[in-house]
């Protein structure tokens, strides 16, 4: 109980994280505002028009940066500023962990959900699937938040698991071949298609809108599976770091 009384905090603390706030949310609006009227009337092959599925893709892709919150708050916290008051309280630290992971992954998913609100209404996107869509967020931010907590966890200093974090965002947006094609081979497939989250999430939800509800169901399954196991690797060397 002690430790859920501290949420209303954490979430003030991330409120108030106006760099955060300015990334994740004011950017991809500018970013989606400019993007929908370049490509307005465009469509894709299969008539799809590509304002949507930018939207998709620009929503979803800053999901791939939203657990650097709970990466700071955590190395603030439990790694070194207040890590002696905090170990001086009674209260569990590694459910004060989950707490911060908890407040960072909804923080970024009412950010993503704002910027479906704003894209629809503003900019007349069509999101076909809103609790899909939301789900699929969900899990992106639940992974970003567990791999940044795994960098923070195993990085001799902050910088470093910062560069880590922006490796991992940046480098699975090239991998899903956004910016250029990648090289044909076997690990660049495999990297831009299954082994990557974020193909894994766009495929989920272009899959639901086309009604291969089986298909959507194994790649959103394949991230789950990834967040169990990333899930286990992040308390061991959490649970490394803290003592």
């Known amino acids: 109980m002690r430790v859920l009384a501290t949420v209303p905090f954490t979430m003030l603390r991330l409120v108030r994280n106006y760099i955060v706030l300015i990334l ?20 894709t092959e299969d008539g799809t028009p590509y ?19 709970v990466m700071h708050f955590i190395h603030i916290d439990l790694f070194t500023v207040n890590r002696m008051r905090m170990f001086a309280l009674p209260f569990n630290r590694t459910m004060y962990a989950f707490s911060i992971m908890m407040c960072g992954t909804m923080y970024s998913v009412v950010l993503g959900i704002l910027l479906m609100i704003y894209s629809q209404f503003v900019l007349g996107i069509a999101w076909h699937s809103w609790g899909w869509v939301i789900y699929l967020i969900t899990l992106m931010s639940v992974l970003s938040s567990i791999v940044c907590v795994i960098f923070a966890s195993i990085a001799k200093n902050f910088k ?41 999430a766009i495929g989920s939800v272009t899959e639901r809108s086309s009604g291969n509800l089986a298909e959507a ?23 490394r770091r803290m003592r």
């Open 24 to 43: 994740l949310f004011l950017v991809p609006i500018v970013l989606l505002t400019f993007f929908s009227f370049i490509l307005s009337g465009m469509m």
């Open 51 to 69: 304002a949507d599925f930018n939207a998709l893709t620009m929503v979803l892709v800053f999901q791939l940066f939203g657990g650097t919150t």
């Open 160 to 200: 470093l698991a910062e560069r880590l974090s922006e490796l991992y965002g940046v480098g699975f947006v090239l991998l899903a071949g956004l910016f250029f094609p990648m090289p044909q081979n076997v690990w660049f497939d495999f990297l831009g298609s299954y082994g990557n989250p974020l193909t894994l």
């Open 217 to 239: 169901w194994f790649q959103a399954n394949l991230l789950l599976a990834a967040i169990v196991i990333l899930f286990i690797v992040m308390l061991v060397a959490g649970r």
